[in-house]
């Protein structure tokens, strides 16, 4: 009889081995390694008492399809990343830094759902019960019927669960700190992770109540523990924000119910977290519109338009090599973007620190921002002061052209809601454009670089014009 085969389980990235090694070459962390049955893991071999399997019925792609049921939270911004609500017997991941709004975000949500009629539970491993009581009490939700508990063991949680009416919301803070009996290990590792993630899963499918499991995050922002947890949930949406900004984003990264890399914007204020109805006017408040080295980048997250001040300063420097610095974007789009500037434009950026920032703290991902970050470069550069009531985007070619994008209407509707008249686009962007905002096509980003140039020419000899001398009267 062949003996059965172990494996070795990174406890901190989830790497597998087929032997036990001091330092694990994924992460580089050292003593990490503990030994897994494969006999007893996800993917097992079936055993040598393994049940017979059952014939089941194989249907068809036609036939009748109802949409999800949901329930409404009560939080706009929530429902829009959740796609309309939670999906009954649906299981959502939610990450985000320490400190960030997780726990006053979801304790917000457990007492609108008990002020509705549900029984909702939360279940926290980090912080005893009086410490979730003076969270309430400091939010005005004391009042409300949210069940606590401080409990880790992931059979104890199920049991007192199954007792009397069913619940429709069970917050767990934080999946890394439960544990199950299921698995030998302490726990936070990645085999304690994943195992309490399937019970806690398999509850949810089984009642059909809606599990929010609450994740750490590691250094680079990805949620720790094993990839797996991430595919075996229903959801997943990270709570991203920075401690000098007071609004906080709740993006969905996956979702089965709805769409995904859609937003929900909210602020922190002393009675918890707000909702922001309209956040591109959050997002331009208190913009410098005088100043060069500024555009306005009309952008989408998700379904919804955002309208967003990108920053620009370009300076001489004093290094051998010109320093890049990128807040908000991807450093990769910036250097190609100045490598267009000065194949197709003819501008010298090598002897210039380049530094773009994205106002407000928001992290954009799309390449329609292209054209937004070289219109704020090309203005620093010659210190042309840009339109005020015009908005850019547009995607760059490494030819210099500027490639259509997607959803120009609500970016062009966005920018005339919030007094926008004009809006540096490409051409194909004239065709869903109507009369409240005119739209000047851009094919080729030397039209664009010459047009600033021009704006700083005029600006440099209005400058250098001498004013008139008054004469005495004699």
Known sequence: MAKPRANFVCQNCGAVSNRWQGKCEACGEWNSFTEENAASGIGAQAGRHARKGRVFALEGLAGESRSAPRIISGIGELDRVTGGGFVPGSVILIGGEPGIGKSTLLIQACATLADRGHRVCYISGEEAVAQ???????????????????????EDIATTLLEGKRPSLVVIDSIQTMWTDAVDSTPGTVTQVRGAAQSLIRYAKSTGATVILVGHVTKDGQIAGPRVVEHMVDAVVSFEGDGGHHFRILRAVKNRFGPTDEIGVFEMTGAGLREVTNPSALFLAGRDASAPGTAVFAGMEGTRPVLVEIQALVAPTALGTPRRAVVGWDPSRLSMVIAVLEAHAGLRLGQHDVYLNVAGGLRISEPAADLAAAAALVSSL?????????VYFGELGLSGSVRPVSHSPARLKEAAKLGFHAAVAPAAARESSDATISVNACNHISALVADIAAIGAETRRTKERPRPTAVAPR
């Open 382 to 390: 010659t210190g042309a002061q840009l339109s005020v009531d015009s």
């Open 132 to 154: 979730v009581r003076l969270r309430a009490e400091r939010l005005g939700l004391a009042k409300s019927n949210v069940e606590l508990a401080a409990e880790t063991s992931v």
